[in-house]
DNA sequence: ATGATGGCTGTAAACGATTACACAGCTTGA
DNA sequence: TCAAGCTGTGTAATCGTTTACAGCCATCAT
């Protein structure tokens, strides 16, 4: 049995096909300067030995690491589930790969991201979290001014001037009270994400103003906020069946909040839709599944994921100017059976 | 304005501190046998400079990058999502970070996680793949036999031996098929997942087994099979509204299955529970939501996620035998409202 | 013949940490 | 007074790549 053997390096490649390390490195990364007939000896000495680059080796040297860190506020939450795919899919295809961390609220301040890159960790940022480092984003260590490519997703951090990359918040908030007003509805309710979340904000503007358009003035009673999950949803129905004074229709900041109040409502004898129509917002793959299918409005997933992983991505490698960009993609109604048009009497 | 500073490295401090860049990094890893002022003076050095260390080198020198790769069917099921978010946590208290990968099946073979190692990237894999390299996992690369810390999560790869941590897949469906014949049914038809998948050979042995110790003769045309998503569980609905003789209830593979069918059928007129009952396996999320909330088989996910994490990590740090470990963790029935107990007649 | 050019390859110095080894100073015991 | 044994620290090699620089050879114009 032969002993443990080292894993091959670029110098066993070289002394194998007869050259030296340098060239066997520039066949690795730049195969057009070297001959072909010693690329040939090279790539069969890289074949017939096994040889892969190590990486710690190459980022030592090349200070990159091809690698981007996706930090998400709940990993569980389905709604993140379709866009880390599109992202770790994006990266792969160009040769990045992804780290995800967890940024749970315990974990003190946002300088444990910082030492993702102060410690060469990664290279970039995907940054789901608009309440984060609200303070200032471009952090500092030490005496250091440290900045690092970031661009935000789905939620901007307010006059950070990072990239960006998220969904027409508003629009699509206004598309949903719209909806709900073309089906005779005006008496419209809102069950919000937290407070201190931008999204809150966003959404919480498109409903005033769709509602302020429409000429039906809000009632404090009718909305109620709480973080994103199915708990909020659910607190909100009972709230929902002790008013006594009733909205027809209910629009949900979250999908998971919808689907947590209508199953709320409904252990509580209360139907959607025959006595209360709801719209969320996203359209996670589940809400096509639940019993009524539900209204919503739909996020593009996939391409949040892709673009903004690109967009890092160009930044990484200097394909573009560090020129701040900032796209917004529109959001869309996705029509099922939660809403139920309104008798007007 | 300072130009661009490099980010300082263990030379800096050691060169403020006064002292050898050997001392600085035994303050670091070997706190104790440094003298306690010496100590204190690199600390400060530390943080007046904000140095972090530099994983890359610290990498190429430890030969080990305290990193575990995930590597998945599907990131975007959402059975993962709280599996993964236990293995993340686990991982970051023992300072490992997590890579992703999606294993896709167009991604020709395992030799693609192989390179992870080979070149350094991660030093443990969790694997969430009964069917992958079914081959040979411990796999060659070139001429060497290359093997790595794996450890099978979920599914099994059968004979390889590997340490591995999944649920009881057999008792649990034992437990679904008990429950429903308590409840009165023996006509009990099975949406399963993808055939050429171990956990479909193992629900499948729980079925055939607990139908035959009820003297429940098992129906080919009552068994369908597809891939773990909704999609399966509405072409079974489809299967099942042109069935003439139907069954009472319906076991499936997966949740996301389940509720696809239970949706199916909606749309196709047929009620569950009134028509038939269901019962869905994994105690997603979602299942506590649907309407009506799904009867399921929970698998302890959060203890999946935590208990692979360690096995593997307590391998990387040597701090067992390598004795491959098989641990099963028990499912557990969770009654919702899917079943409906059936009048003998 | 000479010098210039260009294509290809080799030499060796980084990159930033860890760690075997050596050694200085101090204590202790004979 | 000296050998031995500790502590605590420094020196320098090492991990596996990349890449600036230099050099060699052939070709070609003069």
């Not at 195969?31 to 680059?53: K, N």
């Not at 990159?64 to 939450?77: D, M, S, Y």
């Not at 160009?314 to 008798?343: F, N, W, Y």
Request: proline residues 5%.
């Amino acid at each position: 049995m032969p002993a443990t053997q080292k894993t091959p390096t670029i110098q066993d490649v070289a002394r194998i096909a007869g050259v030296s390390t340098a060239t066997v490195s520039r066949v690795l990364s730049a195969p057009d300067i070297v001959r072909a007939r010693t690329r040939e000896r090279v790539h069969d000495a890289i074949e017939t030995i096994g040889f892969t680059p190590n990486i710690a080796a190459q980022s030592l040297r090349r200070r990159k690491v091809r690698t981007v860190l996706v930090a998400l506020p709940n990993i569980g939450n389905s709604f993140f589930g379709p866009i880390v795919d599109a992202i770790e899919r994006t990266c792969v295809e160009r040769d990045y790969d992804v780290l995800i961390v967890n940024r749970r609220p315990e974990s003190e301040d946002d300088s444990s991201l910082l030492t993702y890159f102060s410690s060469n960790r990664a290279d970039g940022l995907l940054l789901f979290d608009g309440n984060a480092a609200q303070s200032n984003w471009t952090a500092r260590v030490g005496n250091r001014e440290l900045l690092f490519p970031t661009v935000n997703v789905c939620e901007c951090i307010e006059g950070a001037g990072l990239p960006t990359v998220l969904s027409d918040n508003e629009g699509g908030v206004e598309i949903a009270i719209d909806h709900l007003v073309t089906k005779g509805h005006r008496r419209i309710g809102r069950v919000a994400g937290p407070v201190e979340n931008v999204l809150n904000r966003q959404r919480g503007a498109g409903y005033s103003r769709a509602l302020k358009r429409h000429g039906i003035e809000a009632r404090g009673l009718w909305s109620v906020s709480g973080p994103f999950g199915f708990q909020t949803g659910r607190e909100a129905a009972d709230r929902f069946v002790e008013l006594n004074d009733r909205p027809t229709a209910v629009f949900c900041d979250a999908d998971e909040i919808a689907i947590g109040f209508i199953s709320g409502l409904r252990s509580r004898g209360v139907s959607c839709p025959d006595d209360v129509s709801v719209i969320g917002f996203d359209d996670i793959p589940f809400a096509a599944q639940t019993s009524p299918p539900l209204t919503t409005i739909r996020q593009r997933h996939k391409e949040l994921g892709r673009l903004s992983a690109e967009l890092l991505m160009d930044m990484l490698d200097g394909r573009m100017k560090e020129v701040a960009s900032h796209v917004v993609l529109p959001c869309e109604l996705v029509e099922r059976q939660t809403v139920r048009p309104i008798s007007e009497d």
